[in-house]
């Protein structure tokens, strides 16, 4: 299994991006996807996360500027970003626990990262 992870870049603050993150692999099922990052010299934390069932949870830090949403057909999860700030700027990594075929359980995997800087 596969987390392919896209949309980072360059944006001004206040500005808007879309990070994107696709699995791939033998998927039999996905059920939590989402999104962590970390910023130089600070611990991984968490971005955004969505259940199979479209039930979302926010880092207190969102405070409604990002929005998370998901594909299960298509094993997909994106996370819209408004009104970025430079505090925003990180490693954004997408994460899925996956029911992988002929595997007993849940097996968490992570993408491979994609940075987002907010600069003027």
């Known amino acids: 299994v596969q987390l392919q992870a896209s949309g980072g870049g360059l944006v001004q603050p206040g500005g808007s991006l879309t990070l994107s993150c696709a699995a791939s692999?033998?998927?039999?099922?996905?059920?939590?996807m989402g999104w962590y990052r970390q910023a130089p010299g600070e611990e991984r934390e968490l971005v955004a996360v969505?259940?199979?069932?479209?039930?979302?949870n926010y880092g207190d830090f969102v405070k409604g500027r990002f929005s998370i949403s998901r594909d299960n057909a298509k094993n997909m999860v994106w996370l819209q970003m408004n009104s970025l700030k430079p505090e925003d700027t990180a490693v954004y990594y997408c994460n899925a626990e996956v029911k992988v075929r002929g595997l007993w359980g849940l097996t968490n995997y992570w993408g491979q990262g994609t940075l987002v800087t907010v600069s003027s």
């Open positions: 692999g033998s998927i039999s099922a996905i059920n939590d």
């Open positions: 969505i259940t199979g069932g479209g039930s979302t």
